[in-house]
């Protein structure tokens, strides 16, 4: 079982693992699996066929491996921005969801309490805890994800309003919210730069390599 308090060190080997693709498994870099379409993208919101399919547990192992790197990952590009709280006037407005999220201190704290939503539409009763590092929370919802699926493998299809969810579809959603996130905090980034308010910025998603 994953520990919910483990500090996550992925290796450079298990990084370049295969990753699981329509068409059977294809070895990419890291950033290309975080790219790759039947985990983001296109349909995030919807039940691929995809989604529910029968999986390995050693492929859905891998599958929480990825979400780990994929929180790693947007913890590090929050961690390396120094102007957290400068407003990008450009991203005020009124959407459906409510204001727009306009600073990285504003992203990145979506990003970490949508993690307790995610976890939530697959039923377990649990307590959230925002106080907790966003890395905390992710093991926890992993740890917690990872004991449903030693229960009932991917095969439970579970309804929360009106949205069909498979567990699959849940590791699907963590790493395609935080990379439209993590976009979103890397435009900001990129804004500070060419207004001169900062050097230089991380890029550790790669965004720049994937445009």
């Avoid at 891998?62 to 590090?76: D, I, P, Q, R, W």
């Avoid at 005020?92 to 979506?110: A, L, S």
């Avoid at 907790?132 to 309003?161: H, Q, S, W």
């Avoid at 949205?163 to 500070?192: C, M, N, P, S, Y």
Wanted: proline share 3%; charged share 30%.
């Amino acid at each position: 079982m994953l520990g919910a308090r483990q500090k996550w060190k992925l290796s450079p080997r298990l990084l370049r693992r295969p990753v699981p693709t329509s068409h059977g498994w294809a070895r990419k870099s890291r950033f290309q699996k975080l790219e790759s379409c039947n985990l983001i993208g296109v349909g995030s919101w919807i039940l691929l066929d995809d989604d529910s399919r029968a999986i390995s547990q050693s492929d859905f192992q891998h599958l929480v491996e990825l979400a780990t790197y994929s929180g790693l990952t947007f913890t590090k590009l929050y961690d390396s921005a120094r102007l957290k709280d400068w407003v990008d006037e450009a991203r005020i407005r009124t959407t459906f969801y409510g204001d727009n999220k306009k600073t990285i201190n504003e992203i990145f704290y979506h990003v970490k309490r949508t993690q307790y939503y995610y976890l939530s539409r697959t039923g377990p009763s649990f307590r959230e805890d925002e106080a907790e590092p966003f890395m905390n929370i992710r093991n926890y919802c992993l740890e917690t994800l990872d004991g449903l699926f030693r229960e009932n493998g991917n095969a439970k299809l579970y309804g929360v309003d009106d949205e069909k969810w498979t567990l699959k579809k849940v590791l699907r959603r963590f790493i395609w919210h935080d990379r439209i996130h993590g976009k979103a905090i890397t435009r900001i980034l990129e804004k500070q730069r060419q207004l001169r308010l900062i050097d230089k910025y991380q890029d550790p998603f790669q965004f720049s390599l994937l445009s």
